[in-house]
């Protein structure tokens, strides 16, 4: 879905769409040099919706092409965050630094948890068992800690556990296990769980 800035005041921008949008989604505003800058949907009038910029709007023109997509402002949450230093937006300051330098570059999103490092994952279930959302699929130490890997808490009702890997050494985003509901529907676990900010009210 995309739509056509009309007017910006300061980080708000209003734009212009004759697509159907969501409230509390997240949008790029696309810069005539090429970067796409990270803005919610907080206001939908009609045809135009009111986009709150996480950065200076400063580059943004009058005219710019915006994209609209249904995913809401999310934080990942996973092994990894103990011990780091994030923005508001979950960028790694640390690692932002060191590929931007001094001067952070407009639209520059680093993912907060990487998939470079090997974490040493335990199964707590077997192929074949039965699990319900937040049931814990196996373990992760970081440090003093020990992160549960969950079954998505988004899932209803009970479903199977069709397989899992072995204790090992995984990196955040390689599937962990495969679930499936007995109606087709299945679902890849990895150790990423992504939580909206927060969730629009049906009224």
């Given amino acids: 879905m995309t739509g056509r800035i009309v007017a910006i005041y300061g980080n708000m921008v209003i734009v212009e769409t004759t697509g159907q949008i969501v409230q509390n989604s997240i949008a790029r505003c696309g810069r005539q040099d090429g970067a796409k800058l990270l803005s919610e949907v907080i206001r939908i009038r009609g045809r135009l919706a009111d986009l709150q910029v996480f950065e200076e709007t400063r580059g943004l023109r009058v005219g710019d092409p915006v994209e609209f997509s249904r995913e ?23 690692k932002l630094a060191e590929q931007a330098g001094f001067f952070l570059k407009p639209g520059m999103y680093i993912d907060p948890l990487g998939n470079d490092t090997k ?21 992760v130490p970081e440090g003093i800690f020990t992160h ?43 150790m990423v769980q992504t939580w909206p900010v927060k969730v629009p009210l049906n009224v």
């Avoid at 809401?72 to 640390?94: A, E, R, T, W, Y």
């Avoid at 974490?119 to 373990?139: D, H, I, N, Q, R």
């Fill in 72 to 94: 809401l402002l999310s934080v990942k949450l996973g092994p990894g965050l103990l011990g780091q230093i994030f923005d508001g937006l979950q960028n790694p300051l640390p």
């Fill in 148 to 190: 549960r890997i969950m079954a998505p808490f988004a899932l209803g009702g009970k479903w199977k556990v069709d397989s899992i890997v072995r204790k090992g050494a995984y990196s955040v985003g390689d599937e962990i296990a495969v679930l499936s509901d007995g109606q087709g529907a299945t679902q890849k676990v990895t």
């Fill in 119 to 139: 974490w040493e994952f335990t199964p707590a279930v077997e192929p074949g068992a039965m699990v319900a959302a937040a049931e814990a699929l196996g373990s």
